[in-house]
Structures are given as structure tokens and as C-alpha cells.
């Protein structure tokens, strides 16, 4: 059972490149949210979706993309990389059947841009 | 919208030591309520969460917390940790809807010395 499945792991970009970070889940889930990390401030919601075809907006989310096309993909898509894009990178999905709130990670992506 | 404050960015426990962090929230409705756990190097991994009933929850690993509504507040507490409890814990909490979003809290790194 693979869960959240983030590629890459790792990634050195230079300021102004672009570059799209996959997520893929195979548990049939309509929620899928991308979270940055950065060190002292805890997870930041960037971008979430609650099925195919819907994206919001959440704390941080200058400066990427994403789209769900599907319910299994939500890649997140960075189109002119920053310095302060250095971060890792989770992505997570959940049910939204009922009221389970628990989410599931992936691995992580970390990313740092020069 | 919700926010969650950690009380201590850092802990530093000998082994056998109890352990509480502190968690308080901010939001007006009804919420489910989560600790999750980072150990060094991997992602998320939830240890335990609140949604209804009995507002003494018990997670995995020994781990338990309580949910008092009148102080909107989560303490996660552990009588006698041990040095493989050494990670960072993250408080979250999200308001009592399938579609709504994890407010995550900045984290406590907690370091259990031998």
C-alpha cells in the first residue's frame, strides 16, 4: 500500500528556474493539500483541493501553482523559483467522508533554490 | 479562521521524565483536535486526535492527551518518555467539517537524553 507518494525527494534549483513537485495517493481520497515546512514555523498550508477540478487557496500561497485534474494527482507547480521557496515540501491527503480529519503524509520534497 | 499556539519551541527531558506540551486554540466552533509526531528525517505521522466523546484521548506509544473546551486547549502528556520520544510534536487542529483545512501549530522539538 503506497499512501502519498511525493517525487523528487530532492531537488537544487537556481533562482528564476521552474519546476512542478508530484504527489500522487492511491487511497481514493478527495482531499489533497500541499504543506511547506520551514524551521520555527511549524507546517504552512500553501494550496488544498477537495476533489477533481477544485483548488483553493491556503496561508502561503504566493508563488505556486496546482491543479487536480484527477483524484489520485496534485502536483504543485513553482513557475519562477525563489530563494525564500527553499523549504521541504509535504504533501497530504485525507477522506472527506464523514468527519475524519486525519491526514496522511507523503515523504517530504527538499527543495532549495540558489 | 483557526490558529494553534505550542507553548515551548524547545524540551529538553532525561529518560523516565513526564512530559506535557502545551496546546491552545483559537477558533469558534466545534473542532477535531491532533498531535502529530516528526522523529528526525521523516514525515508526519499522527499520534493521536480528538473529535467527540470522551476528551481524554489515549494515542499510540504511550501518549495521551486531553481536550478541555473551557481553556481551548489539547496538553499532550507521557508519564515516562523514553529517548527514542526524541522529535518534534505538532499540534493541529481543524473545525468539525469533512471539507475544512489543519491549522498546524509551529512545533516543539523535544530532546530525550539517555
Known amino acids: 500500500n503506497a499512501g502519498v507518494t511525493q517525487t523528487p525527494k530532492f531537488q537544487v534549483l537556481k533562482t528564476g528556474q521552474s519546476m512542478t513537485l508530484q504527489c500522487a495517493q492511491d487511497?481514493?481520497?478527495?482531499?489533497m493539500s500541499w504543506y511547506r515546512q520551514d524551521p520555527g514555523m511549524g507546517l504552512r498550508l500553501i494550496h488544498y483541493?477537495?476533489?477533481?477540478?477544485?483548488?483553493d487557496q491556503g496561508e502561503v500561497p504566493n508563488g505556486y501553482n496546482v491543479s487536480r485534474s484527477t483524484t489520485e494527482d496534485f502536483p504543485l507547480r513553482l513557475l519562477s523559483a525563489a530563494p525564500s521557496q527553499t523549504s521541504v515540501y509535504f504533501c497530504a491527503s485525507r477522506t472527506t467522508s464523514g468527519n475524519t480529519g486525519e491526514l496522511f503524509f507523503g515523504e517530504g520534497s527538499r527543495l532549495t533554490v540558489l | 479562521a483557526q490558529s494553534v499556539s505550542q507553548h515551548n519551541h524547545h524540551v529538553i527531558l532525561s529518560e523516565a521524565a513526564s512530559l506535557e506540551l502545551g496546546c491552545n486554540y483559537s477558533y469558534g466552533g466545534t473542532v477535531n483536535l491532533f498531535w502529530y509526531v516528526q522523529y528526525p528525517g521523516q514525515h508526519l505521522q499522527l499520534l493521536l486526535k480528538?473529535?467527540?466523546?470522551?476528551?481524554l484521548v489515549k494515542g499510540i506509544k504511550g501518549f495521551e492527551a486531553e481536550f478541555i473546551k473551557s481553556k481551548f486547549s489539547f496538553n499532550l502528556r507521557k508519564p515516562s518518555v523514553q529517548w527514542s520520544d526524541t522529535a518534534e510534536y505538532f499540534c493541529a487542529v481543524s473545525p468539525y467539517s469533512g471539507y475544512s483545512t489543519l491549522t498546524f501549530g509551529k512545533g516543539t522539538m523535544l530532546l530525550v537524553s539517555p
Open positions: 487511497m481514493n481520497h478527495e482531499y
Open positions: 480528538y473529535f467527540s466523546g470522551d476528551p
Open positions: 483541493s477537495v476533489g477533481a477540478g477544485i483548488t
